[in-house]
């Protein structure tokens, strides 16, 4: 691909990294709301968007949701590797998340925002049990 640039971005483990406590994981698991993934193939897609979302400059934002997912053994179908506990995300309405669960587990699902001023409502997500 001529005049194509590929730049490495590297992110070091230990110089790049913000540690969560356990007392802001609970933070975490307290201010999200959760639902158990029973065992099999589960789906989890924004359905619907209450939310009035815009960036600082009044730009309207995609809608976007984290995922902590615990308590059980999982496997994220877009890595493909059995875990514990993952991380997950949706970027807008055409993303999903395909788990698939061994053992049931913990889907606490929240935002991360500097500001709470420029939005309001809720966002609804599909949770499909395969």
């Not at 496997?75 to 995300?89: G, L, M, P, Y």
Request: proline fraction near 2%.
């Amino acid at each position: 691909m001529e005049g194509t640039v590929i730049r490495d971005l590297k992110v070091h483990s230990q110089h790049n990294c913000y540690r969560l406590s356990p007392e802001q994981m609970n933070a975490i698991q307290d201010n999200g709301v959760s639902v158990t993934l029973d065992p099999g193939t589960n789906v989890v897609k924004l359905r619907d968007s209450g939310v009035s979302y815009t960036t600082g400059t009044g730009a309207k934002a995609e809608p976007w949701l984290l995922f902590w997912i615990y308590g059980g053994k999982v496997i994220n179908q877009k890595t493909n590797v059995e875990v514990q506990a993952t991380w997950a995300s949706l970027n807008g309405y055409d993303d999903s998340l395909v788990i698939d669960v061994i053992e049931s587990a913990t889907l606490c699902a929240f935002l991360f925002d500097t500001s709470t001023g420029n939005h309001s409502g809720e966002l609804t997500l599909a949770v499909t049990h395969l």
